[in-house]
C-alpha cells in the first residue's frame, strides 16, 4: 500500500476544492487525475479513493476514466522514461526492430517497468525528430538514427550510471 505525502495530499485537495464551484462535481475529473498524477508520479488505489471522497464520485468511476486514457499510469514508473517513437517516419525507418531490441534487452513489454525499476518502456506516435528517424526519448534526451546494436548500447551506459551511484 502506498502511502501519501501530506503535503502532496493537501495540495490535491485544494486543487480539487478549486474545481468545486460547477454544477457538475466530475466535470473537472480529469485535470484532478493530471493533477494527482503530476504530484504522485502514478494514480495509486490509495489516490483514486481520496479523489473519490473529496469529489463524491464512485472510485469505480474514477478508475474507468483513469483505465481509459492510455497517459494515465497505475503503476509506479522505472527511474527513466523511455518512449520509442513509432510514428511514419520512424517506423519506416526501422522503429519496430529497435523496439524489438529494447523490449528483449529490457525484459518487457511496452507499458511495464522493468523488475529494478530503473526503466519504463513506452511507444509514442512522433517525437518531432523526423530527421533523426528512427528515434527514442529517454527522460528528456533524444537519441536518433538508432539501430539494434546502438540502442542496446545505450541502455548499457544508463545501467552503468545506475550501479555507479
Known amino acids: 500500500m502506498a502511502v501519501l505525502a501530506q503535503d502532496k495530499i493537501q495540495e490535491l485537495k ?3 476544492a478549486g474545481t468545486q464551484t460547477l454544477a457538475y462535481p466530475d466535470s473537472h475529473l480529469i485535470a484532478v487525475l493530471h493533477k494527482a498524477q503530476g504530484l504522485f508520479g502514478y494514480l495509486s488505489r490509495e489516490t483514486m479513493d481520496l479523489i473519490a471522497q473529496e469529489m463524491r ?3 469505480a468511476h474514477i478508475w474507468g476514466v483513469a483505465t481509459f486514457y492510455h497517459y494515465f499510469k497505475l503503476a509506479p514508473p522505472g ?11 520512424c517506423y519506416v525507418k526501422g522503429a519496430s526492430e529497435v523496439l524489438e531490441a529494447l523490449k528483449k534487452d529490457l525484459g518487457v513489454e511496452v507499458g511495464q517497468t522493468t523488475p529494478d525499476d530503473l526503466f519504463t518502456l513506452q511507444e509514442a506516435r512522433c517525437l518531432g525528430a523526423c530527421g533523426l528517424a528512427p528515434v527514442c526519448m529517454i527522460d528528456d534526451k533524444i537519441y536518433g538514427d538508432l ?4 540502442i542496446t548500447d545505450i541502455i548499457a551506459k544508463y545501467r552503468k ?3 555507479a551511484k
Open 147 to 150: 539501430t539494434a546494436k546502438k
Open 14 to 16: 485544494d486543487f480539487i
Open 79 to 89: 527511474r527513466h522514461q523511455i518512449a520509442m517513437c513509432l510514428g511514419t517516419a
Open 161 to 163: 550510471e545506475a550501479k
Open 57 to 59: 464520485i464512485p472510485t
